[in-house]
């Protein structure tokens, strides 16, 4: 395929964009004097003539003055609508240090309208030649100056929008829910003015109060927050003064008085849109002809529709979510199911209030009761009936969720979804059509400082012959949850119980109890397998305390427990039931700068877990450590030591008995460079050993992120993989469960590389090229067949003896997958936006069984026959 002419229209879009920031600063230097940063500025006065008082770094209330005519913003602090604006001048630095001098003076002002909240920030520098302005794509963080602002409309003390720019304009923003935790996939509508001059640079923010949420009063108060990053430095400042050492974040912002006369705003977004699909899909092999083009074209839209001021309905027909990056990667060898982020818009914005009951959670992911990727997931009888024609996921009808928050306090989300039957050529059902439904409610207590909640799903199916012995029919669940701060907030004690049942017939319902996230089948387990069984009913609860704030301390320590009989995996996400554990963490949060770090946190964590049996399955604990130097690179470092006490893993065997864990230890370090420079280093290497010896491995990490130019940035990063694993579980032979069954292992010798690219180019704040790529190779090569023989015996050697069965070999893989997305994004108006993808896959697993060569692997992947996808999306946004 030719991309040169594509080549040829970017290089051009670039060269004939206006200068960078750097450049207009440096010009407006050169020809006027510098700026003296802290210039006195006139006392603004109230209508009536009275002056307004300055907002000083004590003060935690600042006043919004109204215009009686439409502003347009420009960046101009001169302009009428500022003239009489009270003046914020009280920021002080948070971070390296906290409540510290800033070395640069911000001054803010706050205005509004009926239909819009202004706000315009300072931000002085006696150096503007020197402001760092980097172009990207909305939504990503550059090493940039950056003014940010913070509004918690509900003034609930709980939620809220960040909304950031840096000084050429590329905005970023997020939601805020549980005082804290940010959704980074909303996108709001808004506008934002900027401006580099002599005395540093201006953003004049317009945000329509129809992007907020808000009580429909005589007059509201609005939590507020403004912040500002200076990157050569890596000062950031704040008004009011953001604590670093105090739990919460919308708990500690500032407000702003005087808004009065509010509407409730007319709030009906409607943005349809259109997808153009071509792409390739295998015939009949008997054809003379293995692959055709196929074309398609869909209509749909997304509906905004705001029911009341602070209540909103979000609804999605017939969606397609082509542009989204496709998922890494991966050979899963595990008893368990993989998990992957959701990325699709309409299910990520907004998701925040259905963020909660964390059941599991792992490498700083958690799943709960909701995991929106059920919905639209690939056809889950596809291993029975499907074949090359079979469509990747399930289309989804129609999705609607009502999120919003009542002025007593009481958030409210709802979710539902409608999925559409999936058929094979034959006529059976690979995927039956569905309906899913989430309900969510969150009552505040004392300020929000405590809370209870409720949260209910529902899945139900419509089954018919060829899907009714495979599936289950419907599955609900329940639960409520309850939290309280204490202590000045910086203690929090909290706590779940969750109920579930599912239903379906005698065939499904068995299945779901021989599975590995249930093991009724385990020998010894005492669960009482029952193959007439049409319905499963269990449950799960948590009861959590932890330090979340205040001095350099924090802890957090909770007890779980999950019956044999909990299921949730028809909407939600749990790799495994039948378990308890209690899990303790300690850490020290050292935050002020010394000579040697900015920051550093030491951390210990203990964990034991148990069937609920009581057999002991897992235990350990780790020491980690992370440290950002003064010269702003950083350091991370860990140590673990796992089952220094009898251990078994009940999964191991794949339905067979509880097998005994050696101890086993593992360690892991790494750096990262300074951000702030152009090339920045990224290393990590991770070792392993287990097995007395037996089981061990090595994992090299390298990486950088670079930037070409202000405008074309990217990420490379590679992992090599050396991993033998002397007790890989391979198959199992004779009737799951039964003494005669044969449970086999074998030494599994794996090699691993992969690379993953990204690169961004921004022609402008609103047009940008996304390129993203991951060869993935893996091989495997078995030797040491065997089988339990002892699973429980202290001695690692005597747990097994050889296994051949005679009518079986051990079979290697050499498993390779190419997967690329290229995003060309155009956000011609606010809102809308046209999309032009090229997706590829490569995928062999068919040659070269065991054998490891990374040129020859390579060669052969690219050999392959390549699935392109090319996609047109063209979305146009409208407001009633």
């Known amino acids: 395929m030719q991309l040169r002419p594509i080549a040829i229209v970017v290089l051009a879009l670039i060269a004939t964009h206006p200068a960078s920031a750097q450049e207009l600063a440096a010009r407006a230097a050169a020809t006027s004097r510098r700026a003296i940063a802290g210039a006195s500025e006139a006392a603004p006065t109230r209508a009536g003539g009275d002056p307004l008082p300055v907002v000083g770094p004590r003060d935690m209330r600042a ?11 420009s960046a101009d602090e001169h302009a009428p609508l500022w003239e009489n604006a009270q003046l914020i001048d009280g920021f002080r630095v948070f971070d390296p240090t906290e409540d510290g001098a800033p070395s640069m003076r911000t001054t803010a002002k706050i205005a509004y309208d009926e239909r819009n909240l202004y706000v315009l920030v300072r ?10 302005a980097l172009l990207s794509r909305r939504d990503v963080r550059t090493a ?5 602002i913070m509004i918690d409309a509900y003034h609930d003390k709980r939620s809220g929008v960040e909304l950031a720019v840096n000084p050429v304009g590329v905005k970023r923003d997020y939601a805020i829910y549980n005082d804290g935790d940010e959704d980074d996939s909303w996108d709001g509508i808004w506008d934002v003015a900027t401006r580099v001059d002599r005395e540093g640079w201006v953003a004049e923010f317009k945000v329509p109060l129809s992007q907020l949420r808000f009580a429909n009063k005589a007059s509201n108060t609005f939590g507020i927050m403004i912040w500002r990053e200076i990157a050569r430095t890596q000062e950031r400042q704040s008004w009011p003064l953001y604590r670093r050492t105090k739990s919460g974040l919308s708990s500690q912002f500032g407000e702003v008085t005087g808004i009065d006369g509010l509407d409730t705003p007319r709030r009906l977004e409607i943005i349809p849109y259109s997808v153009s699909k071509n792409f390739q899909q295998e015939r009949d092999l008997a054809t003379s002809t293995r692959f055709d083009r196929v074309t398609t074209q869909t ?17 999605t027909i017939n969606p397609d979510f082509g542009q989204v990056e496709a998922d890494p ?3 899963n060898l595990s008893a368990f199911e993989l998990f992957f982020q959701e990325r699709r818009p309409f299910f990520t914005e907004g998701a925040g209030i259905f963020n909660s009951f964390n059941i599991n959670c792992n490498n700083g992911s958690c799943s709960g009761l909701l995991y929106s ?24 009808t129609a999705a609607a969720k009502l999120t919003g928050r009542l002025p007593n306090g009481l958030s409210i989300g709802v979710l539902d979804a409608v999925t559409e039957k999936v058929a094979a050529p034959g006529g059976q059902t690979l995927e039956p059509g569905a309906n899913y439904f989430v309900t969510r409610l969150m009552q505040d207590l004392n300020g929000g400082s405590s809370g209870v909640g409720l949260m209910l799903t529902a899945t139900n199916r419509t089954l018919d012959a060829s899907s009714d012995a495979y599936m289950r029919r419907a599955a609900y669940s329940g639960g409520i949850d309850a939290r309280h701060r204490f202590l000045a907030n910086n203690y929090e004690v909290l706590g779940w119980i969750v109920g579930s049942s599912v239903s379906g017939s005698p065939g499904s319902i068995s299945l779901l109890q021989q599975n590995s996230t249930h093991g009724y089948i385990r020998p010894g387990s005492g669960l009482g397998f029952d193959s007439t069984r049409t319905s499963l009913e269990g449950n799960a609860g948590q009861i959590e305390i932890r330090k979340i704030g205040g001095g350099i301390t924090r802890f957090d320590l909770s007890y779980q427990r999950l019956s044999p009989g909990f299921e949730i995996n028809d909407l939600g996400f749990l790799p495994r039931v039948d378990q308890q554990g209690v899990y303790g963490w300690f850490g020290f949060q050292f935050q002020e700068p010394t000579k040697l770090y900015r920051r550093w946190y030491l951390n210990f964590n203990a964990f034991r877990q148990w069937n609920t049996e009581g057999t002991g399955t897992f235990q350990g604990g780790n020491i980690n450590s992370f440290m950002q130097l003064s010269n702003y690179w950083s350091a991370f470092a860990g140590i673990e030591i796992d089952n220094t006490f009898a251990s078994y893993d009940d999964r191991a065997a794949r339905g067979g008995p509880a097998l005994r864990q050696s101890p086993q230890g593992s360690t892991w370090m790494g750096f990262n460079g300074d951000d702030r420079k152009p090339i920045v280093p990224l290393f990590e290497i991770d070792w392993w050993q287990g097995d007395d010896g037996h089981t061990h491995g090595i994992s090299l990490n390298p990486g950088m992120t670079f930037r070409a130019t202000s405008r074309m940035q990217g990420r490379l990063s590679a992992n090599f993989t050396r991993n033998t694993n002397d007790a890989q579980w391979y198959n199992n032979y004779g009737t799951p469960g039964a003494d005669t069954t044969h449970y086999s292992f074998a030494r599994l010798e794996q090699r691993t590389v992969a690379l993953t690219a990204r690169f961004d180019v921004t022609m402008t704040p609103t047009l940008t090229l996304q390129v993203y790529a991951q060869p993935f190779i893996t091989t495997g090569h078995f030797t040491n067949w065997k089988e339990l023989r002892d699973a429980r015996n202290e001695e690692y050697a005597l747990r097994f003896q050889p296994f051949a069965p005679g009518y079986d070999a051990l079979a290697d893989f050499n498993y390779k997958q190419f997967r690329s997305n290229t995003v060309l994004r155009w956000e011609y108006r606010p809102g809308s936006t046209l999309f032009f993808v090229w997706s590829q896959g490569r995928t062999q697993y068919d040659i070269d069984l065991g054998a490891f060569n990374a040129r020859s692997d390579a060669t052969n992947l690219f050999r392959t026959q390549p699935n392109n996808t090319f996609l047109v999306k063209a979305s146009y946004w409208f407001s009633l």
């Open 63 to 73: 006043m919004a003055v109204r215009s009686a005519q439409p502003h347009r913003i």
């Open 123 to 132: 931000a002085y520098d006696p150096h503007p030649d020197s402001i760092v």
């Open 144 to 148: 940039s100056e950056w003014i940010k």
């Open 299 to 315: 209509l749909g839209a997304d509906i905004k529709v705001g029911l009341s001021s602070n209540l909103t309905l979000d609804a």
């Open 329 to 331: 990667a991966a050979l």
């Open 373 to 396: 990727r059920r919905i639209g997931r690939s056809p889950q009888l596809t291993g029975y009936y499907g074949d090359a024609t079979t469509p990747q996921f399930t289309p989804i």
